[in-house]
Each structure stands twice: as structure tokens, then as C-alpha cells.
């Protein structure tokens, strides 16, 4: 039922048309709105691998050869979580869809989501570290959620770095209700084709950046100047991020349609440590998204399908699920908390090997108190004082058929509906 706590078991009768059963159980399934709790707890691991990724922005160590195994093998990782977590963003909001929703109420309750706890950590960015070296263009752009539609490095990446990503947000949520639409329109035999051409053009932007840029370049937010233009263009840009996003939307119409094939979320996770693998002998510009895109768009749906069919996996526990409703605040609050220790320790300080991993044990454990502070004090509460109010479903409504979609529910955590994204 759409509005059961634990995901609805669903059992695949036996014959020889499994496969067809299984794609009318999925549709039918998605029809009542079935919640998806792996998919609001898989939200955390993909921002702990940020979390990864951004230490060694942080992390000065004393020995160069760590640090640079540590950036060639390891701060990868933190790229693939964030194009995991766009492709996640346009599969919830079309999984969450009302067909009574306008466009207004869907900006408004997507906008009370994230902007109050974007500007209070803003706010706490620019006390703790960003003051003396954001710009009054970058700090105003920053605020507006408006920053990552610049290719200055001193912009996109200004006060809060993090919150680039949420200006790529706030242009797909602008964008989302025609998206929707456009979606809805394409025959269900013809989604696997239309996912397969954006996937197709958002690899063709790695190519197209790699001919323009020498490919010797280090592409990271703090690497030389002539790197920045790639960076910027391949990680940053909102149009090329777009791609991601509407690959999670045609993916959860494939779902929808029960169109998904059956394929395992364990089998995803291998396939995707063998491209990781693989990945850190490509040219730099792939690692930041083209390489593991096809395995990261497999893994979505594989788990909202394991959901749907009652299956248990390690994510779907009520700890994890709270974890994962963290997972915003945590995103907006781990760079100030990392900068704040990185100066409480001495910024000209190096820091051994065990030294590197207590100040990240500190930086993780504090970011985690506080990103559940804002997820309690701020972002539920503010969330639905400023969402707009939901309207009741007449009597007639409630009692129809359970194959009609639901209505949203509650933003409760133990839900990948109501998510952040």
C-alpha cells in the first residue's frame, strides 16, 4: 500500500511469462505509489563519498607519496556519488509526481526544501572561513543559488563549495513540470532508446571538453587555471548535469511502465566497483561522470525494483533511512565543519597518516551531530510551514481503485518520498 512504512512485499508468480508478470507487478506497483525506502537510505553513502572526496581539498599530508595515492585512487570517488545523486533527484521527483500538482506548489514546496538550510549554512561558511576570500559577485551568485551558471572557479566555488550543486537543483526543479510532460509523452516501448541517447550525449561532453583541453590537466576545484574551463564544463555546468537528471527521469518512467529488466542490486554494486577500477586508468576527464554513468543509472532503479518486490537489503532499515534524511544537511554542513578544523589544527601544519584520520573521524562525527540538528531544527520544520498547504482528497477519491497514484505523503524519513532532492 502507498502508504505502508516497509516497503510492500510483491510476490512474482511462477510460469512462463515471468518476465511479463514481473513488468505488470512493477507497473502496477508504481501505480500505488510504492515507497522506496533504499532509495531515501542510499542518499547518505552517496554523500559520504563526497564527504571522501573533499578531504583531500583538506587534508594537508606530510607524506607527498599518500597524498598522491590518495588523490589518484580514492577522491574520485566523492564525483561518482554527486552524478549518482542527480540521476537519483529526476527518479524521486517523477516517481513523486501528482498529476493534481501545479507547477507553483511544486516550486514552492521544492524551494522550502532546500533554500532556509541553504542560507543558514551559508551564513555559517562565511563566519567560520569564507569571508576574507569570497567576492562580493561570488557570495551574492552563492546566495542566490545561482553560482554554478559561472565558469570563474571563484564563483561556482564560492563561501559554501557544495552548494554549486544545489543551483544545478534549483535550474531542474525551474525546468521539471516541462520535463515531466515531455516525458510522459514518450511511448513506454521507446524510453530504453531516449535513456540511452542522453546517456550517449552526456558521455559526448567528456569528448567534446577532452579535444579543447590538454588532457594532462589536473582537473580538480583547486587545480591549475588552465584546467578550470574543463573542470567547470564536464562537473559544474547546469546543462551538462541536466543530462543526468533527465536520465533519473526516464529511468523511473521505465519502472513506471514495467519496462525495468530484473537485474540485482548486488550484481549492480560488482559491476560498479569493476568500472571504478577500471576508471582510475582513464584520462582524468572521465573520472568525473562519463565513466560510471551507466553503472550509477543501473543502480537506482535496481534498488527501487528490489523495494517494490519486498526484497531485503542493507539499506532498507530504519537507521540507514534516517541517515539518508540527513544526507541534505549533512551535504551543506561537512565543508564549513572540515575548514573549521582544518584552521583549529594550524593551516601551514602537515598531518601524518593517524593524525589524517582522526581530524576525518572529527570532521565526519561532528558533521553528522549537526547535519541531525538541521535536518530536526530546520529543514522539517521549515519545510512544512513553507510548503504549500496539501489539499484533501475527496471522499470519492480516497475510495477509488489502489491502482490510482497517491498523493504525497508526509515527508517522513522512512520514504523516498518527500526527499530533498
Not at 571522501?52 to 588523490?71: K, R, T
Not at 553560482?147 to 531542474?172: G, K, M, R, T, Y
Not at 577500477?277 to 528490489?306: Q, T
Not at 523495494?307 to 564549513?336: E, Q
Request: charged fraction near 15%; hydrophobic fraction near 55%.
Amino acid at each position: 500500500m502507498a502508504g505502508c512504512g516497509q516497503p510492500c512485499p510483491i510476490r512474482i508468480p511462477p510460469g512462463r511469462n515471468g518476465r511479463d508478470n514481473l513488468g505488470a507487478i512493477m507497473a502496477s506497483a508504481a501505480q500505488r505509489g510504492t515507497r522506496l525506502p533504499s532509495l531515501t537510505a542510499i542518499r547518505f553513502p552517496l554523500m559520504f563519498l563526497v564527504f571522501v572526496g573533499h578531504l583531500v581539498l583538506i587534508l594537508p599530508f606530510a607524506d607527498l607519496e599518500v597524498a598522491e595515492w590518495y588523490h589518484q585512487y580514492v577522491s574520485w570517488i566523492g564525483r561518482f556519488g554527486l552524478s549518482c545523486f542527480f540521476i537519483l533527484g529526476g527518479f524521486i521527483l517523477t516517481w513523486i509526481h501528482r498529476e493534481d500538482d501545479t507547477p507553483l506548489q511544486f516550486w514552492r514546496r521544492r524551494l522550502a526544501k532546500i533554500v532556509p538550510l541553504h542560507w543558514l549554512t551559508f551564513a555559517v561558511a562565511m563566519l567560520v572561513f569564507a569571508s576574507e576570500t569570497t567576492t562580493v559577485t561570488g557570495g551574492i551568485m552563492s546566495f542566490l543559488l545561482v553560482a554554478a551558471w559561472s565558469p570563474d572557479q571563484h564563483i561556482f566555488s564560492a563561501a559554501n563549495a557544495p552548494s554549486w550543486s544545489l543551483a544545478c537543483f534549483v535550474f531542474f526543479y525551474l525546468i521539471f513540470p516541462v520535463l515531466y510532460r515531455a516525458s510522459a509523452r514518450i511511448k513506454a516501448q521507446h524510453l530504453w532508446w531516449c535513456a540511452g541517447a542522453v546517456t550517449a550525449v552526456f558521455i559526448s561532453v567528456t569528448f567534446v571538453v577532452r579535444a579543447v583541453v590538454p588532457a594532462q590537466a589536473d582537473m580538480a576545484p583547486l587545480a591549475p587555471a588552465s584546467s578550470v574551463d574543463a573542470f567547470y564544463y564536464i562537473q559544474v555546468f547546469p546543462l551538462t548535469r541536466l543530462c543526468e537528471f533527465v536520465l533519473g527521469i526516464l529511468l523511473a518512467r521505465i519502472v513506471q511502465s514495467g519496462r525495468w529488466i530484473n537485474i540485482r542490486p548486488v550484481w549492480v554494486l560488482a559491476l560498479l566497483v569493476i568500472v571504478y577500477v577500471v576508471s582510475l586508468e582513464l584520462p582524468r576527464e572521465f573520472r568525473l561522470g562519463a565513466s560510471m554513468v551507466i553503472p550509477l543509472a543501473l543502480l537506482v532503479p535496481s534498488l527501487a525494483a528490489a523495494d517494490m518486490r519486498g526484497d531485503r537489503t542493507l539499506l532498507a532499515n530504519p537507521f540507514m533511512v534516517k541517515l539518508g534524511d540527513m544526507s541534505y544537511g549533512f551535504l551543506l554542513i561537512h565543508w564549513p565543519v572540515m575548514n573549521f578544523f582544518f584552521q583549529y589544527f594550524g593551516e601551514e601544519r602537515l598531518y601524518s597518516v593517524p593524525f589524517a584520520i582522526g581530524v576525518s573521524a572529527i570532521d565526519l562525527t561532528v558533521s553528522l551531530a549537526l547535519a541531525w540538528v538541521l535536518t530536526v531544527a530546520v529543514e522539517r520544520p521549515l519545510a512544512r510551514r513553507l510548503a504549500p498547504p496539501r489539499r484533501k482528497k475527496p471522499a470519492a477519491v480516497a475510495a477509488a481503485p489502489a491502482t490510482q497514484p497517491s498523493a504525497e505523503p508526509s515527508p517522513e524519513p522512512y520514504s523516498a518520498r518527500g526527499s530533498s532532492v
